[in-house]
């Protein structure tokens, strides 16, 4: 196989669906790399990060205050559908040709510009404060991290993103991905059967 791609880097602390593509299948990244992404995830309030992630250092501390359903959902419900979301220093974006997790790691910040993104909808699953479970079905060049970032900044008390979880990529579902040890373990025949056509994509993209 020549050409090997995928669709949608995860970040570190991440888990769940990465798309990849074989041979000819490459020439339609872009396009499976431009539909709706779905996260289930956990927040943190009452700490902030360098990198809005539990893998950065903490930069801030705050208590968090008595908030009822409401009030949460209300922070969520600012962020849903068009707004503007400022992309994190800790990412891939480039300034300059240079990739902006790396002029971090140098102690630089630079300015950047924000980016319109989509919340098409979103759960707020559970509510352990200082802990939220949630999940959300957002476009692409979505950063769930800043999303977190922002409702604690909401809330008032700052938050950072303690796990994540890919479980959809459009039409496709982790629950029907195949895992690298499944992978590792399993024969070329029975690697071969779970590989799509690009037929079967059109097919399930509704093509």
């Known amino acids: 196989m020549k050409k090997v791609g995928h669709c949608g880097t995860l970040d570190p602390i991440a888990t769940g669906?990465?798309?990849l593509t074989l041979g000819r299948g490459t020439k339609i990244q872009d396009l499976?790399?431009?539909e709706d992404k779905k996260y289930a995830g956990t927040l943190a309030l009452?700490?902030?990060t360098s990198t809005q992630d539990r893998q950065g250092e903490v930069i801030d501390q705050r208590p968090v205050?008595?908030?009822d359903e409401n009030q949460v959902r209300a922070a969520f419900e600012k962020f849903c559908g068009d707004f503007y979301q400022m992309p994190p220093m800790v990412s891939a974006i480039k300034h300059g040709g240079v990739p902006l997790y790396k002029?971090?790691?140098q102690g630089k910040v630079v300015e950047r510009e924000p980016r319109l993104v989509h919340v098409y909808r979103y759960t707020v699953d559970r509510i352990a404060l200082p802990e939220i479970d949630f999940s959300v079905v957002c476009?692409?060049?979505f950063y769930v991290r800043t999303y977190?970032?922002?409702i604690g900044e909401t809330l008032g008390c700052g938050a950072h993103l303690k796990s994540l979880r890919r479980t959809k990529s459009g039409r496709f579902g982790v629950d029907h991905a195949i895992s690298v040890a499944e992978i590792k373990n399993a024969s070329r025949e029975e690697i071969l059967k779970r590989i799509l056509s690009l037929p079967e994509v059109s097919r399930m993209r509704g093509a």
Do not use: F, N, Q, W
């Open 17 to 19: 669906l990465l798309l």
């Open 32 to 34: 499976l790399m431009s």
């Open 46 to 48: 009452g700490i902030t």
């Open 65 to 67: 205050p008595t908030l």
């Open 103 to 105: 002029l971090a790691r």
């Open 139 to 141: 476009s692409k060049g």
């Open 148 to 150: 977190v970032h922002d």
